[in-house]
């Protein structure tokens, strides 16, 4: 029975030695498995970035009084903010969805219009570490 050519995981040219040997080199499998585990990180790390980005473009343009400020989608837009990420929602006693980001925050009032809000409980309740 003919041995079966066993090839690199990672750059597909053929592997000499141990039968169990998966990859022609050390730098091939370190490069196969830093591409297996990196995909995963750089995901979190780019919604963290996309996070942190939208809670900074909020927190520039609230600038209103009692931390409220009413602007346009496109100025959001305009600033990079990404409508995809959010920490949370809350919905209100009269039914609004407020979409946040952190602290951070907004109400879609309509016609492309928002109003912008800052949650300042929440960051009182990140201090505490007192059990509910």
């Keep these: 029975m003919p041995a079966v050519e066993k090839v690199c995981?990672?750059?597909?040219?053929?592997?000499?030695?141990?039968?169990?040997?998966?990859f022609c080199s050390d730098a091939c499998r370190n490069l196969y498995h830093y591409h297996t585990n990196n995909a995963p990180i750089n995901y979190?790390?780019?919604?963290?970035?996309?996070?942190?980005?939208?809670?900074?473009?909020?927190?520039?343009?609230?600038?209103?009084?009692?931390?409220?400020?009413?602007?346009?989608r496109d100025k959001l837009i305009e600033r990079g903010y990404s409508f995809m990420y959010h920490t949370n929602t809350h919905r209100t006693k009269a039914g609004n969805n407020y979409i946040f980001c952190f602290e951070q925050g907004f109400l879609e009032l309509g016609e492309n219009w928002?109003?912008?809000?800052?949650?300042?409980?929440y960051l009182d309740r990140a201090g505490d570490t007192r059990p509910n």
């Design 9 to 22: 995981l990672e750059c597909g040219e053929k592997v000499v030695g141990r039968t169990d040997k998966r």
């Design 44 to 72: 979190v790390r780019n919604v963290v970035n996309a996070l942190k980005r939208n809670r900074r473009i909020l927190s520039e343009l609230n600038t209103g009084p009692e931390g409220k400020t009413k602007v346009h």
């Design 114 to 121: 928002f109003m912008l809000v800052r949650r300042d409980e």
